[in-house]
């Protein structure tokens, strides 16, 4: 079955440091997609960065990158220089492609940056 | 390039009544998939439409429906209001197949059930 675990209900950061943003997965198909959205509180969803099970390389996307660890089924989110405006809830999230573009979501970790 | 478009963005029904919500995808985008966002149970996958066609669907009970349209754009809805219905529903829109990896979220309905 699929799942997307976030450990982490909240997190605080100092602004201009580094955070990271934790997430497991579940899978038994060896095609996957795995997604990092950020919500504030307007409630939209924005996307952030993208992992394919079969790139080589970790996602990078401006200042957030993505700690992919395929053996240990772990895709973290790091957000470098953080920012005020990164105060959000970040939504990791999974897509196989067995089963079209549904995406599997974690619980959330809700980010607050401090000044 | 126009983002996902949701309508309405705020609704307020009462408990038996049924609504129907709106969502225009990302021009050239087939899929067109709906969540529904409750603080107790999360992000949970309602449905997915691929060029006019049902392709997924969660587990939800069959108040819930939904369908598409040829030019993509996307209905859903609930029949019988019930309290727990409300909730932030949100689509996203993918092109589909091999750019499966763009998924984009529109700002979401807020249906609250009185």
């Known amino acids: 079955a699929q799942k997307i675990t976030q450990t982490q209900p909240g997190m605080f950061v100092q602004e201009k440091e580094a955070v990271t943003l934790d997430c497991t997965y579940d899978?038994?198909?060896?095609?996957?997609?795995l997604f990092w959205y950020k919500q504030p509180s307007s409630g939209e969803m924005i996307f952030l960065i993208y992992?394919?099970?079969?790139?080589?390389q970790n996602a990078t996307e401006g200042r957030y990158s993505l700690n992919f660890q395929k053996a240990r089924k772990s895709a973290n989110l790091v957000i470098s220089a953080s920012q005020l405006g990164d105060s959000a809830m970040y939504f990791c999230?999974?897509?196989?492609?067995?089963?079209?573009?549904?995406?599997?979501f974690g619980a959330g970790t809700i980010l607050r940056v401090k000044s | 390039k126009a983002g996902v478009t949701q309508t309405p963005r705020y609704l307020i029904k009462t408990r038996g009544q049924q609504v129907t919500l709106s969502c225009s995808p990302i021009?050239?985008?087939?899929?067109v998939s709906w969540y529904q966002q409750t603080p107790g149970q999360g992000l949970q996958f309602l449905f997915e439409?691929?060029?006019?066609?049902?392709?997924n669907k969660g587990n939800f009970p069959g108040r819930f429906s939904g369908r598409q349209f040829s030019n993509s754009r996307s209905e859903m809805n609930v029949s019988t209001l019930e309290l727990g219905d409300s909730a932030l529903y949100l689509c996203?829109?993918?092109?589909?197949?091999?750019?499966?990896?763009?998924?984009?979220f529109g700002p979401g309905t807020r249906l609250t059930v009185t």
């Open positions: 996203a829109s993918s092109p589909g197949g091999d750019r499966g990896y763009e998924q984009y």
């Open positions: 899978t038994s198909d060896p095609s996957y997609g």
């Open positions: 992992q394919g099970s079969y790139d080589q």
């Open positions: 999230a999974m897509r196989e492609d067995l089963y079209g573009n549904k995406l599997v």
């Open positions: 021009s050239g985008h087939r899929s």
């Open positions: 439409y691929f060029s006019e066609t049902q392709r």
